[in-house]
């Protein structure tokens, strides 16, 4: 079965915002990245130090993978069918009939075996969202959102990658469009995906997330180099800056793509707050870069102790204020 | 973030298979995406956590050669792995692996399990067993 749906691919920052944005587009939707970021609510802030990943406390500027994608979807009122397969080849021929039937298909895959992916990418994460539009011999052709063009995967390397193991084990999950609506009605959605930002950034009532998290973040990292010793101490505020620039964040932990967010929502709501908010959440980015720039530097001098331990800690302590009078603001503007 | 201050810090990260898009303003004050290649802290970072890794996987190496690990031991760390993900991808329980760490319980594997090792290490059966060609990098 030789079958190659017209599927037009765009890359984009993130992969979760970037197959829906694709998605949305076959149907004939025009929503950009930003829009469905902002939709879904997708930025966030947490920092777990019980919870490690390669022994690193996990700090993080977005919410569990799947979660911008439900949103976004009740959110709009697009419905998507979903499916899970025990059995691979079961999930290859299932995949096979969609295809046949026209309908491109977006499917969790882990990054791991992705043969395409530049090797210093490909850790074991299981949750990358790509869409499979076509299948000419063995090969599956494959938008990819994080990819410039169009990709292949052989059958036995997508059935492979299907089945990645370990944290959010896909298990052969595909999606695919079921029913969307005639035209988007972004004005509400876009106030409810506003209003719960504010409120994860602002009210979660737990240390760990929001702007509370940035303040909890800052008070462990002053401490690292003398609980952890310097080469730890290093790897560990390195950690947060590979969070914070990961691909798909489109820089700064996503904070430049909300204010591109913010910037179109001006316009659908007609209100020009949004826009000069969309400056200071860049200047806010801008001070996330600085941040980085100053781990990169205590990273670099790894084996000895850096003393920008205190600065870094100072500008988190700092950043968290602004984004704390940035949330209010911004919750303020749009009710 | 200015779209000229995007920055172009090539370190080879991304191997030249595609570039990342940043999200930046214009000189008119609109949001647009400017690719780019790398940065610099980014590329500090993420070599750091490459070397945390490969030093892991060296002196795991040189006890595979001192006797005192089985070469599934390499592998494991080569592959970024822990025990728990590569008993999921076994499907064994965690306790069955470990053991295949000891050049003791390796040397009496089957070749039905040695050969559903090497396909989840993707490398063959005989490369498994014989570990000089991976005495070095």
Known sequence: MDKIINFEHKQSAHCENGVVSNLMKFYGIEISEPMVFGIGSGLFFSHMPFLKVNGIPVTSFRPLPGVIFKRISRRLGIKFEKKKYSKPDKAMSELDKNLDKGIPTGMLVGVYHLTYFPDPYRFHFNAHNLVVYGKKGDDYYISDPIMDKYETLTYNELKRVRYAKGLFAPNGHMYWVKESPEKAKLEKAIIKGIKHTCKDMLTIPVPMFGVKGIKFLSRKLRNYPKKLGARKAASYTGQIVRAQEEIGTGGAGFRYMYGAFLQEASEVLNNPELKDLSFEISDIGDKWREFAVITGRIVKNRNKVDESYDAAADLLLKIANMEEAFFKKLKKAIS | ?137
């Open chain 2, 1 to 137: 973030m200015k779209s000229t201050d995007v920055p172009q810090d090539d370190a080879n990260m991304l191997q030249g298979k595609f570039k990342e898009p940043v999200y930046s303003l214009d000189e008119n004050g609109n949001y647009t995406t400017v690719k780019s290649v790398g940065w610099d802290p980014k590329n500090e970072v993420m070599q750091e956590a490459w070397d945390v890794i490969n030093e892991k996987v060296e002196a795991t190496r040189e006890k595979v050669l001192a006797g005192e690990l089985s070469p599934i031991a390499f592998h494991l760390e080569n592959n970024l792995m822990d025990v728990s993900l590569l008993a999921k991808y076994m499907g064994f329980w965690k306790w069955k692996v470990k053991r295949h760490l000891k050049p003791k319980h390796f040397n009496k594997l089957n070749d039905e399990v040695l050969e559903k090792y090497a396909e989840v290490f993707d490398i063959s059966k005989d490369e498994l067993m014989d570990f000089t060609k991976f005495t070095k990098k």
